[in-house]
Structures are given as C-alpha cells and as structure tokens.
C-alpha cells in the first residue's frame, strides 16, 4: 500500500513589502464593495469587470486558483513544507536576502498561460516580476 505525500507541489516567489497589509494587497483577490441594490444593471456589469482585482495574477499573468495561494513570513515554516533535504538547502540559500514576505502558489494551481496563444496546459514556468523574485518551484 501506498502512503500518503503530505507534501504538495508549489511555487515560491519573494518580495519585498511595507507591512502584512500590503503584501495581503497583493498577493489576495480584492474586492470593491457590491454596489447597491438600487443600482443600474450597468452599473453592476461595472463592478463585475472590475472585481476582483488581484496583482499578484496580473503580474504573474497565469490562470490560476486563489484558493491556492498563501502569504508567509517565516522560513522555517517553508522548510517544514519541503520533502527532500536537497530542496530545502536549495530554499535556504535562495531565501537568504532580506525578503519580508514569501508567496506559496500550488503547482496544480495554475492551469493557463494568459499570455500564450494556444490554449491548454501551462506553456512556460513561473519567472521574476517587477515585484517577485521567482525563487522556484519546490516538491514537483
């Protein structure tokens, strides 16, 4: 019988923020408040375009699961989520600059390329952005 991997395949990236409320800014979807309930259908359809708006997928430019991503401060707490030795002495140095916040993105996560032209499984891996430092992906 096989046993269970507790350990999930994922994409680390780094940054620099102010404070946990930026770095939550832009790592999580935002949401304007609903209009209200006498609004125009317009109006509505507005909001709809606009909601929600989250920075890190516009940067990353991928289609992908908010439900998998999680904002962290601690390096021991990733080390705890990688399986192999050689991967979390591959973490521990890629993690040694003055980083303020990481952002975990699960591999499965991650299900289009919004900048490809062909459709169909993720085309190109993960890089760095103005904000991130793609620090790779780990357990995959």
């Not at 997928?57 to 999680?70: A, K, P």
């Not at 040694?96 to 490809?116: E, M, N």
């Not at 993720?122 to 780990?138: C, M, S, V």
């Amino acid at each position: 019988m096989q046993e269970h991997d507790a350990y999930f395949a994922f994409h680390l990236f780094a940054a620099r923020f102010a404070d946990d409320a930026e770095a939550e800014r832009f790592a999580f979807e935002q949401w304007e408040p609903a209009p209200a309930a006498d609004a125009s259908d317009a109006e509505f359809s507005a909001w709809e375009v606009r909601n929600p708006s989250w920075r890190l997928n516009q940067e990353l430019g991928f289609y992908m699961d908010s439900d998998f991503v999680e904002l962290c401060t601690c390096v021991d707490y990733l080390d705890s989520l990688v399986r192999s030795e050689a991967q979390k002495a591959l973490l521990r140095s890629r993690a040694t600059k003055a980083f303020s916040h990481f952002i975990l993105v699960g591999s499965q996560s991650i299900y289009g390329d919004k900048r490809s032209a062909t459709s169909g499984p993720n085309q190109r891996q993960p890089e760095n952005t103005a904000t991130l430092d793609y620090l790779g992906e780990f357990n995959g």
